[in-house]
């Protein structure tokens, strides 16, 4: 008897196979792809018992997602929600940007879908689970499944969540450690849904950055009884076995589906074996009843991303985002005045998020602002001293390091395991100059501000996202304590705001930083 789990992580809101970027696209991944490859499997495969999960960040992250939670009706909503419950998952668990445009949105979400949403580790003050189930046993043919659910502890550093009284986050590993002896007791094999990734490689070498984000080494090598991990969060392509327990990371859009299947005896349920594989979502046609379900969404949210915005006089385009982030482009120039102009500072820091949109085409669109700025990021003003500036300026300057030949390139630590292009700052209000040739610690050759140079002791009062402001991203010198206002409006309303002010923008650059080797 064979067991087999199929489950999507990451999806962040990509239904169908589009960035967004382009009208009509066919991309290798999306919701409809995925939700093919698992109804084929299910189909290819009548004997098999078959569970399928969400591993979460599902409601954040795509122009559409963005459009269903701020701008579409309620019949709209439910489609969205109706997409995933196409799909037919037996379970889902809750990921970190599930919290990103409130706990009110997501219980709405939660309460349109089907799937039973398990998640253990995140609990009240009496450590009661908080949001859905902390565990389901599913009995299918004679099996008894016990599935639990977990999530990030890092989820704690976005946005909307410190706000929450009644909110804690415990270990996924001591989570584990309570729940699964249970599970063993009650079930015949036992599931862990995860969204979180592998602070360890297979070796056991630490790769992670952030202490305590993924526990998916030591959840199996200290929770023993866990028979499949389902992981996630860091959008990695993984499948493979650890300490003779099978799992996945099926990467993010739903561009692979991940399978664990477990050959079960019969008459006692031992498992005999197991795999761990990727099922590609790239040669695959679209589901017809994912994509009949975002219908009422996809013709109110095209002509809400085409709708011209501003005209431009200049240019807010740059054709490489890796050399945008070595000198200042106008469009990064752009987002910098808005933010100064929203927060009333004159020195602000933004990153260049990802590397598939390239700025503003004229005339600006709102297709343009969601796919250069993809999060929904609130700002804050902390006020610091020209130290810590300096200071955030070096860990900005990790994001560097230099080839053997000397040439700047993207330091492998913000590559892998997972791309972090959103922990590099770049700034306006102050010039500067990073060495990337110096030690780490005295990269920061050049720092001026109003012309003369930056001293230690100097208030500066600086925007930023609510994420950076509060240490997210490695930036200790930035925390709660130092924030002196916030807006809670969102990054794409307020440059949207921005332009109904002002209809025409001048493209202007002043070059106040470069990265040198």
């Known amino acids: 008897m064979k067991l087999t789990i199929l489950a999507t992580s990451d999806t962040h809101g990509f239904i169908p196979p589009t960035n967004f970027v382009e009208l009509e696209e066919n991309k290798p991944y999306g919701l409809e792809k995925a939700s093919s490859v698992i109804s084929q499997y299910k189909a290819e495969h009548p004997d098999e018992i078959v569970i399928t999960v969400d591993n979460g960040d599902f409601l954040e992250g795509s122009p559409l997602a963005y459009f269903t939670a701020k701008r579409a009706r309620p019949i709209q909503r439910e489609s969205f929600t109706d997409a995933y419950n196409q799909v037919h998952y037996d379970v889902g668990t809750i990921g970190n940007h599930e919290f990103d445009f409130g706990l009110n949105y997501l219980e709405d979400a939660m309460a349109n879908s089907d799937r039973q949403f398990l998640c253990a580790n995140i609990v009240d003050n009496d450590e009661n689970p908080l949001i859905g189930e902390p565990y389901q046993i599913i009995q299918r043919a004679g099996i008894k499944i016990g599935i639990l659910g977990l999530t990030t502890t890092s989820a704690r550093k976005w946005k909307n969540i410190n706000q929450l009284n009644n909110f804690h986050l415990l270990s996924a590993v001591k989570t584990a450690q309570r729940y699964v002896p249970y599970l063993q007791k009650h079930a015949d094999v036992v599931i862990v849904v995860y969204h979180g990734g592998f602070e360890r490689d297979t070796s056991g070498t630490w790769t992670d950055i952030t202490p305590g984000e993924n526990e998916g080494y030591a959840l199996l090598e200290q929770v023993p009884g866990i028979d499949a991990l389902i992981t996630g969060h860091q959008h990695r392509k993984l499948a493979g076995e650890l300490f003779g327990v099978p799992y996945i990371q099926p990467g993010h859009r739903g561009e692979f589906v991940g399978k664990i299947s477990l050959e079960l005896e019969k008459q006692t349920s031992f498992i005999l074996e197991n795999s761990a594989e990727l099922l590609p979502c790239t040669d695959v046609d679209i589901d017809p009843n994912v994509a009949a379900s975002i219908q009422p969404l996809k013709h109110t949210l095209e002509e809400w991303l085409d709708q011209p915005l501003a005209k431009i006089v200049g240019d807010l385009t740059f054709s490489d985002p890796n050399a945008a982030r070595k000198s200042e482009t106008a469009f990064i120039e752009f987002i910098q005045r808005v933010q100064m102009a929203a927060m009333h500072t004159d020195i602000s820091a933004t990153a260049l998020y990802n590397n598939e949109a390239h700025g503003f085409e004229n005339p600006i669109t709102m297709r343009n602002v969601i796919t250069n700025y993809v999060y929904p990021n609130s700002l804050a003003v902390v006020k610091v001293t020209g130290e810590d500036l300096r200071a955030a300026l070096e860990v900005s300057a990790q994001y560097f390091s230099l080839d053997d030949a ?29 060495d990337i040739s110096k ?35 490695h930036y200790p010198m930035f925390d709660e304590s130092k924030i002196v206002r916030t807006n809670p409006t969102i990054m794409s309303q307020l440059i949207f705001e921005y332009l109904k002010v002002n209809p025409v923008v001048v493209a202007t650059n002043n070059h106040n930083f470069k990265v040198i080797g």
Not at 409 to 430: A, Q, S
Not at 446 to 472: C, F, P, Q, S
């Open 439 to 473: 030690p780490v610690g005295q990269r920061v050759t050049e720092l001026k501000y109003h012309g003369a140079d930056l001293m230690d002791d100097e208030v500066l009062e600086i925007a930023l996202n609510k994420y950076r402001a509060t240490g997210g991203g």
């Open 406 to 434: 000397g040439k700047v390139i993207v330091n492998p630590r913000f590559m892998f395991p997972k791309h972090r292009f959103y922990n590099y700052d770049m700034y306006e209000g102050v010039d500067y100059t990073l």
